[in-house]
């Protein structure tokens, strides 16, 4: 087991945007957690990565409290975010916003960092441009690059906003695929948002949580998850297939 929620509650003022959410996730597992709009997917995010912490209930990351931790902390444990919109430094080279990342979020000294850093670059696949400006990248390659950011800082558990969100199809494919390999190669943990159409993602998924109004009203399998009554009323409209 690499996390662990119990009965995790955000306030925001009378809102209870999560609501009682207790959740597995286990080594090397990749999880995709769907709902409709601000249904607390983004909340829960935030209370793993300890932007928020919780008003009740506790987070285990490898069996350890770290509800009180801050985010930088949880890094150096081994907790890496990719945001959806990313915002590298774009006078730097590519590599060198890697190499920033590592030092910063994985705690590594320069040497190694810049190890870490092509090693992540090569693996999303962009190696080739290691030298450009990261001001220069294209949409997609950006979505790499913050990727690799966090990869280089050797995480255990990867935590993914929308991160796929307006890629193409190809794309899409693309970098799930590339989880999946990160999860099956590595070992490495994921838990993903994903936006309502991608269904390339939760397919591929190993399991879905589905959240409705700050609860997990659904989990399991992303074909018994979706298929579940609850979900087709309140978030599909109609049967997944
Ligand atoms: N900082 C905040 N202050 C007040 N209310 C908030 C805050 N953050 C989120 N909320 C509210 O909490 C609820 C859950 O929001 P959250 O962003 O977690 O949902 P979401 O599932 O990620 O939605 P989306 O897909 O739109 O990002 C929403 O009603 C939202 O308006």
Do not use: C
């Amino acid at each position: 087991m690499i996390l662990r929620l119990e009965n995790v509650v955000k306030k925001f003022g009378g809102l209870r945007a999560v609501d009682g959410v207790s959740l597995e996730v286990g080594k090397g597992e990749f999880l995709a957690v769907v709902g409709p709009n601000g249904s607390g997917k983004t909340t829960l995010l935030n209370i793993i990565s300890g932007v928020y912490r919780p008003d009740e209930g506790r987070v285990y990351f490898e069996g350890r409290d770290v509800t009180d931790l801050p985010p930088y902390k949880r890094a150096r444990l081994g907790m890496a975010r990719a945001f959806q919109v990313p915002r590298p430094f774009p006078e730097l080279s590519v590599l060198e916003n890697v190499v920033v990342g590592a030092v910063f979020n994985g705690g590594l000294d320069l040497h190694k960092a810049r190890e870490a850093a092509e090693e992540a670059l090569s693996y999303v696949g962009l190696a080739s441009k290691k030298d450009q400006l990261a001001g220069k990248l294209t949409f997609n390659e950006l979505r790499l690059l913050e990727l690799a950011r966090a990869l280089a800082s050797n995480p255990k558990l990867l935590l993914l906003d929308e991160v796929m969100a307006g890629l193409t199809p190809t794309e899409i494919d693309r970098f799930v695929e590339l989880l999946r390999r990160l999860s099956e190669e590595r070992g490495i943990s994921a838990i993903s948002l994903v936006e309502h159409r991608m269904r390339a993602v939760v397919r591929l998924a190993h399991r879905v949580v589905v959240m409705h109004q700050g609860k997990i009203i659904a989990e399991g399998p992303p074909e018994k998850a979706l298929n579940d009554p609850r979900v087709v009323e309140v978030y599909l409209g109609r049967p997944w297939r």
